[in-house]
């Protein structure tokens, strides 16, 4: 089975500077994907930035960013220039691939606020 | 297509009675899942469909929860004898292909009184 911390529960960044929002997974799985999701208050959830297991380089969506660590299972996600709309619930979550599971497993998230 | 739609928004049941959520997918994927999510918590896998047929349940899921997929369309989550631990936020999502973007639903909040 897979498990995601996220060790952070609350952050606040002020508005145009940047954060860096922590996750670390375990899994024995050697192909998998994870992703960071965004909640708005009282809003559906949304895909912030996905990273594939296979690919090294760091996956990047604009502002977003990754530190993805394989052999550390870290998976860090940095909000850069932060902006009202930014804040949010923040999960981590973890896809095997090929396992037999099809789980998409979250961690407890992060509320970040962004400050004027 | 304008997403993941979710039937009803809002449920308050008595304890005891039954309850039975839809969720219509985006049409062409054909992977859906179920999860609950309590406040303060991440969402909480129940159950997956490949098409119309549930491929993984969670361990975690009283024989009281039950999901149908018929024709691989639209799902149906229904809780059977509620009790009030059941009252959370019940999200589907839907997906193309493996390691595809996920998207969700607005979720059904169930209060159980």
């Known amino acids: 089975a897979q498990t995601v911390t996220q060790s952070q529960p609350e952050m606040s960044v002020q508005e145009a500077e940047t954060v860096t929002l922590s996750c670390t997974y375990d899994?024995?799985?050697?192909?998998?994907?994870l992703f960071w999701y965004k909640q708005p208050p009282s809003r559906q959830m949304i895909l912030v930035i996905r990273?594939?297991?296979?690919?090294?380089q760091n996956a990047t969506e604009n502002r977003f960013s990754v530190n993805f660590q394989k052999a550390a299972k870290s998976f860090s996600l940095k909000i850069s220039d932060s902006q009202l709309g930014d804040t949010a619930m923040y999960f981590c979550?973890?896809?095997?691939?090929?396992?037999?599971?099809?789980?998409?497993?979250f961690g407890k998230g992060t509320k970040l606020s962004v400050i004027p | 297509d304008t997403g993941v739609s979710q039937d009803p928004r809002h449920k308050i049941t008595k304890r005891g009675q039954n309850v039975t959520f839809r969720c219509d997918p985006i049409?062409?994927?054909?992977?859906l899942y179920w999860y609950r999510q309590t406040l303060g918590q991440g969402p909480e896998f129940l159950t997956y469909?490949?098409?119309?047929?549930?491929?993984?349940k969670s361990r975690l899921l009283s024989d009281r929860f039950s999901a149908e997929r018929p024709k691989g369309s639209f799902s149906t989550l229904e809780i059977q004898r509620t009790e009030q631990g059941d009252s959370a936020m019940y999200l589907c999502?839907?997906?193309?292909?493996?390691?595809?973007?996920?998207?969700f639903g607005q979720g059904t909040r169930l209060t159980v009184v």
């Open positions: 999502a839907s997906s193309l292909d493996t390691g595809g973007e996920a998207f």
């Open positions: 899994t024995s799985e050697s192909n998998y994907y």
């Open positions: 990273q594939e297991a296979y690919k090294q």
């Open positions: 979550a973890f896809l095997p691939v090929g396992a037999g599971s099809y789980q998409l497993t």
């Open positions: 049409s062409e994927h054909n992977r």
């Open positions: 469909f490949q098409n119309e047929a549930q491929l993984e």
